[in-house]
């Protein structure tokens, strides 16, 4: 194992993936090792004092820390006040960003006169128990002038598409499925169920709320 640490000259661990043994071990053969998407447990009871100990330990092996945002930083830095703390943001979300940006996958919607002027509500990765609070709460919201949505199911198999479908159609509405849409492009449609995958962090570029 000290042979492969030696191989290395930096090591990162992100969020809350800390092995502490691991991280020792790189310490003691002088690799810098830095965590990033850094944040603490909320303040609650003798269990977030317990935490907050917890933290400060093993925030203390790290030779800097980038925290998801500026509260989060000055937090850490005032728990461990001799460790390098700079706020640089939370990947997860500059991913969906960087992603959503892409427009080459979905060129063909960005261009369609169908999605120009609405107001466009984006559902993404939805769960049967959230489409059971959700879709109640969309079919007032598409009753609305100009308003439609894009619905993507955490899972598209067939039979969940084709429920999701039928829900809408229904509630008196257009849905169609993307894969459908594609093959004949149309304006006659008031929700898309996404029925592929790898698509939703692009998707959300379109929406005006997600």
Sequence with gaps: ASDVYKRQSVAL??????WPNHVRALRQENIPVLLVDA????????????????YRRLFSLFSAIC?????????ISRLVPGTRVEACGDTR????????????????LVNHPSFKNIDLIVLGSTWPSDEDVLFPALVPCLKR???????????P????VLDIVEYFRQAGFRPVTLSTWRQRPTDDWDVIVVDSVGLLANLYALGQVA
Excluded: K, N
């Design 67 to 75: 925290a998801i945002s500026r509260e989060e930083a000055e937090a």
């Design 145 to 155: 002038p100009h308003t439609r949505a894009i619905v993507c199911p955490h899972e």
């Design 13 to 18: 661990v992100v969020r809350h993936d800390i």
């Design 39 to 54: 944040s603490l447990p909320p303040r609650r009871g003798l269990a977030g004092t317990l935490a907050r100990g917890l």
């Design 93 to 108: 979300y500059d991913q969906v960003v960087r992603r959503a940006r892409e427009l080459a996958p979905i060129r063909d």
């Design 157 to 160: 198999s067939e039979d969940r």
